[in-house]
């Protein structure tokens, strides 16, 4: 079954910068669920984003993409999408 990720979390792999309400969860295919966050252009201004995850209903951290630094300017948006591929 796909992952049942109710809100996003950003980290710069130590640190949680910020967690949020998923802005979208979308059926793609039949085996593959995409979830899709948002930070506004006054979230986590300067920081540098190194992952991001899927927080499910219990609070409990079930899915991390890791990638490269990337610091969040201001008075910028930046969209993170995590594709739920089932098995």
Do not use: H, P
């Not at 085996?31 to 190194?50: A, D, H, P, Q, V």
């Not at 991390?64 to 630094?69: G, H, L, M, P, V």
């Amino acid at each position: 079954a796909c992952l049942v990720g109710s809100e996003m979390c950003i980290r710069d792999r130590v640190n949680e910068i910020v967690r949020k309400k998923l802005d979208s969860k979308m059926r793609i295919s039949d085996s593959c669920y995409r979830y899709t966050g948002m930070l506004s252009e006054i979230e986590g201004n300067g920081k540098y984003i190194t992952e991001i995850g899927l927080v499910d209903e219990d609070g409990d951290l079930v899915c991390i993409k890791t990638f490269d630094k990337k610091i969040k300017n201001k008075e910028a948006e930046m969209t993170f999408k995590i594709d739920d591929m089932l098995a």
